[in-house]
């Protein structure tokens, strides 16, 4: 889309220009006979995914028809030297492209909805229904696009422990050390969390183990125990933050604030930790 949009912006102004197709579905004869049946082929299984429910198949064939409108611009060559070379061609490539991703907006937005919008207002067009009679010339020439930008904005790496902590919950240490524990000794777990009866001494043995894994993973030491207790308080406050879902930009900051600390804080009890066991040692 960017390649696309950003190509006529510079060469034609903005404009979609005439690639020589009626109004209606374009018919599949010519250069572009294979991708045009590949897109049909692709808009027949997407229909008959989303009113069978079978949602993820649905969203695999939006990606499957945006990767084959990138192979389009490859094998078509859309470049200066087609331009210069071969004007009429270019601008037939231009214009189909422009109405694929027409097309992609609107099986798009089932599933983001959001970036379908932002298709639209750099089209300059409308919501449009699904066009269940295939890839057809919808954007006509002459018409005016928006201003393009990019669909996705790049995510800087350091946000992944801040969702990490954001959305993938937390285990105490020790609970994740009883579990391996448990495992490794057969020792099994009923559905509300216990421990299944095989035997005494086998139960003994886990409850054992576990309770060393536990002191293992923390050893009892001054700065360990302040550690864990300024980890535990700001993960309080955390959580306390994600329970009331703000959404304004104040609250969004505060959370990842308020998630940096707890990541710094952690890391020093893993510090910590290491310390200790390196003086035990």
Known sequence: MN????????????????????????SATGEDEGFINDINAYLSTYISNMESLRFRESLE??????????????????S???????PRRCDQVLHRAVNLIWFLGALIWPFMPATAESIEIQLNVP???IPVGGLSNDVLAGHK????????????????????????????PQAAAGEKVATATGVARNPKGGIATQGKKTAEKAKKATKKAAEEAYPDTEGVRAAKEKVEKQGAIVRDLKAKKGESQEEIEELNKSVKELLSLKDNLVAEVKKAKAEQN
């Open 145 to 172: 696009l928006g201003t393009p930008e990019h669909l996705f904005k790049k995510i800087d790496e350091s946000m992944g422990d801040i969702w990490r902590v954001k959305f993938g919950g937390e285990q105490k």
């Open 61 to 78: 064939i939006v990606m499957r028809l945006s990767a084959r409108g990138n192979l389009y611009l490859q094998q078509a060559g859309l």
């Open 3 to 26: 390649r696309t949009l950003k190509f006529i912006a510079a060469k034609r102004d903005g404009v979609v220009p005439d690639g020589c197709d009626e109004p209606g579905p374009i």
């Open 127 to 129: 919501a449009r229904a």
């Open 80 to 86: 200066n030297a087609l331009l210069a070379e071969n």
